[in-house]
């Protein structure tokens, strides 16, 4: 258990519809990450926060993508008018040390 | 995309064989990073390699990042069932870059008993 819990760990919905995710992150520390994996493929970076700040947002967050973190300790991503393509597993990292990225369980989102 | 080019993409091997795999990138990483990650959960954070020319252990595990700091590789020693799972490894490109990690393509480790 590497203290990062993420809501819900699965998500079924239809095109079209919107979807909001939860991350929890190890508590006390400031830094916080979102990251997408498709089937077979590694984990690529979404954005990150530093505190309740949005700092760093990848060409792979569209305009449907949105993320928070209104009192620096939990985040939201939410996906707006869903499609296909979102479908994929959406973590969340939580960093100890210098750069040693504790990953949640991540979710499970399928878009039918 | 991905920058970092991962090998082999899969492994097929008998328990007790020992096991390599690599992980070449064009740019020049800061840290090199190894997960191990089963279906349906979030990657494992296994080493973390910081300096050119590191060598780290855990347990069975050995890695280390390259003199060029363009790769880094992970061995497995003595591979028993429980080591099948995808290992990736990610690096972080450069101390500005907010410490975001670029993830390979992944090594997946199948284990005959």
């Known amino acids: 258990d590497t203290g990062v819990s993420q809501n819900p760990r699965h998500k079924i919905t239809k095109r079209g519809q919107n979807v909001t995710f939860r991350c929890d992150p190890i508590s006390e520390h400031n830094r916080l990450y979102w990251y997408r994996q498709t089937l077979g493929q590694g984990p690529e970076f979404l954005t990150y926060f530093q505190n309740e700040a949005q700092l760093e947002k990848s060409r792979l967050l569209s305009d449907r993508f949105s993320a928070e973190r209104p009192k620096g300790s939990f985040s939201t991503l939410e996906i707006q008018r869903t499609e296909q393509g979102d479908s994929a597993m959406y973590l969340c990292a939580s960093p100890q040390g210098y750069n040693e990225q504790f990953f949640g369980p991540g979710t499970r989102l399928t878009v039918l | 995309g991905q920058q970092l080019n991962q090998s082999p993409q899969s492994m097929f091997i008998q328990e007790g064989e020992d096991v390599s795999m690599n992980c070449t990138s064009s740019s020049i990483f800061n840290t090199w990073l190894w997960y191990k990650q089963d279906p349906g959960e979030g990657p494992v954070l296994l080493i973390a390699?910081?300096?050119?020319?590191e060598l780290t252990s855990n347990g069975r595990l050995t890695a280390q990042f390259g003199i060029t700091r363009k790769d880094s590789f992970l061995n497995i020693s003595a591979s028993i069932p429980s080591d099948v799972g995808i290992y990736f490894c990610a690096g972080q490109p450069n101390a500005n870059a907010g410490n975001m990690l670029t993830f390979g393509g992944g090594t997946r480790l199948m284990v005959k008993p």
């Open positions: 390699l910081y300096k050119a020319g």
